[in-house]
C-alpha cells in the first residue's frame, strides 16, 4: 500500500505545474532616469545585496508595487554587465516597462520554480 501510495503520489506532483519561489537578492535606488534607444533607462544606486540581468525586479512608489518585471539590460557606465554589486551604480531597462521616476525602489529577486510537494514529510525527504 505505502508504494501504491507514492507512485500516485509523485504521479500527482508531476502533473502540477511548478511554483514559483522569489528569493530577494538586491535592493538599489533611482538616481536619474536616462533616454534609451529603447524607452527610459533608470540610473540606480545598489544599495544592498546584488542586481542581476534576467532576475525579476519589483519597482516600488511610495511603499507601492508600481511594476514587475525582468531586467533585460544591466550597464555599468558604457559597458554591459551580468550583475552589479552593492554600493556601485549601474543602468538598466526592464521588460515592457520604463516609467521610472527619481526616488524609486528596486528590489531583485531571483526565481526558482519549485514542484508542490503533496504530502509534506516530517524532517524526511521522500
Known amino acids: ?22 528569493a530577494e537578492k538586491g535592493e538599489a535606488e533611482v538616481l536619474a532616469v536616462f533616454s534609451g ?28 508595487v508600481v511594476a514587475e518585471a525582468p531586467i533585460v539590460s544591466l550597464r555599468r557606465g558604457k559597458e554591459d554587465v551580468i550583475d552589479v554589486d552593492e554600493e556601485n551604480e549601474c543602468g538598466f531597462s526592464l521588460e515592457g516597462w520604463d516609467e521610472w521616476q527619481v526616488g524609486d525602489t528596486v528590489r531583485c529577486f531571483e526565481v526558482k520554480l519549485v514542484r508542490p510537494d503533496i504530502v509534506k514529510a516530517q524532517g524526511k525527504k521522500r
Do not use: H, M, Q
Open 1 to 22: 500500500i505505502y508504494e501504491l501510495f507514492e507512485t500516485v503520489v509523485a504521479a500527482l506532483e508531476n502533473d502540477l505545474s511548478p511554483e514559483e519561489k522569489l
Open 37 to 64: 534607444r529603447f524607452g527610459n533607462v533608470a540610473g540606480c544606486r545598489v544599495t544592498l545585496g546584488r542586481l542581476a540581468k534576467g532576475n525579476r525586479v519589483k519597482v516600488y512608489r511610495k511603499d507601492k
